[in-house]
């Protein structure tokens, strides 16, 4: 039995993690371009044009509106099919908030579904017990680049009338059924963030299918004013927020696009050797991806049965970080609903609780124990970083320290 680093041993991994350039000649030599144009407004130049064309154009689409952020991306998604003051949009308890801003600024409701144990998605039998006359869309997010059971939602959504937004910020190229993750919806969103797949610093865009929500997201993003036409109509039929994206942020996106898929398969390659690996060592449970899914592990997550392993997370993650491996409690501190400002309903600066009281002339609680399964992943999940840069010996070095501290700790069961 080896002796772990955190207790004095050897550490498994004495060798730095692989890292590379992200950004090249090709960024900048398209960043010379946009500004030669001598303008930087999307709808002027060509390299925004370029961008949600090249965009749609891999992704199958019929068209592409390019934004400002991913959090933009889903609060345009929202805006073009009518979301309003007192709607419920259903999604997930383990996302970003950026999964939840456009739904408040839209003055709606998050409602909740519990997620599937295994996969960390939304459970459709879930989605399906939380619709209500009042539910507007279902928020798919696609956690870390793992696709939800898209068929069995789409069918739910269908059933009842309601409208299906991919949240795809994570989850670029990864397939359900041979088909893109984004695509399975009336709208699919993206990021641009400098943390995902592809960075241009933020940026973002949503994809679909149907031109009426086309022209909607389009004059959304942009303080719904209609370019679509010979003049420029400002004569606008409702709010909507400027989330334009500029031709700078366009023009790096276009080179990190020609990487993407380059990107997503080592990233693959490496995250699928990792998961194979995890299956089998007691204590530990592997994340489930389907049969007929292809995940792009923005990063890696499992659980822990705490019991069957003999410590608990904190001290397994304590070990693994001892032994030299990237390794976090967890992926979010807890579900967003358990949040201070859903529990305080202080959505709003200043005195107002709206709109989680009063809305409809009831109020709007979350408390602990809403979605329980989400809450027992929160506890038990453990995060591991997935990089395309990374190396065979990285990913042996975190296979091995992983399988060394189970079995320590396995063996020592207090």
């Known amino acids: 039995m080896e002796k772990l680093a955190i207790f004095g041993g050897e550490k498994t991994k ?40 090249k965009f749609a154009d891999m992704y199958g689409a019929d068209y592409c509106v390019a934004t400002s952020s991913g959090t933009a991306s889903i609060h345009v998604a929202l805006g073009a099919i009518g979301v309003g003051p007192g709607d419920e949009v259903i999604t997930s308890p383990i996302t970003d908030m950026g999964s939840l801003i456009g739904i408040l600024y839209q003055n709606a409701i998050p409602v ?50 309601v409208y299906v937004i991919e949240d795809c910020a994570q989850s670029y ?7 893109y993750a984004g695509t399975w919806g009336d709208i699919g969103c993206f990021s641009l963030n400098d943390f995902k797949h592809i960075s241009a610093g933020d940026g973002g865009m949503i994809i679909t299918n149907n031109q009426d929500l086309y022209h909607r997201a389009l004059m959304f993003a942009d303080k719904n ?13 409702y709010l909507a927020p400027n ?21 997503c398969a080592k990233r693959k390659a490496y995250g699928d050797k990792l998961h194979a690996a995890l299956h089998g060592i007691p204590g530990i449970i592997p994340q489930k991806i389907y049969d007929c899914a292809e995940c792009s592990y923005w990063f890696y997550m499992f659980t822990v049965d705490e019991a069957e392993l003999g ?9 693994l970080t001892a032994e030299g491996i990237i390794a976090f409690n967890g992926y979010i501190p807890s579900c967003v609903y358990q949040y201070d400002m859903f529990k305080n309903k202080t959505i709003y600066p200043g005195a107002t609780q ?61």
């Open 14 to 53: 004495t060798t730095p993690y692989g890292t590379g350039k992200r950004f090249g000649k090709e960024e900048l030599a398209n960043l010379e371009e946009a500004l030669n144009q001598n303008t930087l407004f999307y709808w002027f130049g060509n390299m925004t044009k370029r961008f949600t064309k």
């Open 112 to 161: 909740f579904a519990d997620l599937d144990p295994n996969t960390y998605n939304m459970d459709a039998k879930s989605i399906e017990s939380k619709i209500t006359p009042r539910t507007k869309a279902i928020v798919v997010v696609h956690l870390s680049g793992n696709p939800a059971e898209m068929d069995e939602i789409c069918r739910i959504a269908k059933k009842h009338n």
């Open 173 to 179: 190229c990864c397939k359900y059924q041979g088909k």
């Open 225 to 237: 004013f209609n370019r679509l036409g010979t003049e420029v109509v400002k004569n606008v039929p």
């Open 243 to 263: 989330y334009r994206m500029n031709e700078l942020t366009a023009a790096v996106a276009i080179a990190q696009l020609d990487r993407v898929e380059e990107i």
């Open 311 to 319: 410590t608990t997370r904190k001290e397994f993650v304590e070990a």
């Open 354 to 414: 709206y709109p989680l009281d009063g809305v409809h002339g009831e109020a709007i609680e979350y408390k602990d124990g809403d979605c329980p399964i989400a809450e027992h992943v929160i506890d038990t999940c453990v995060k591991l970083t997935v990089n395309e840069f990374y190396t065979e010996q990285d990913l042996e070095d975190t296979i091995k320290a992983i399988k060394k501290v189970a079995a320590y700790f396995n063996a020592n069961k207090k």
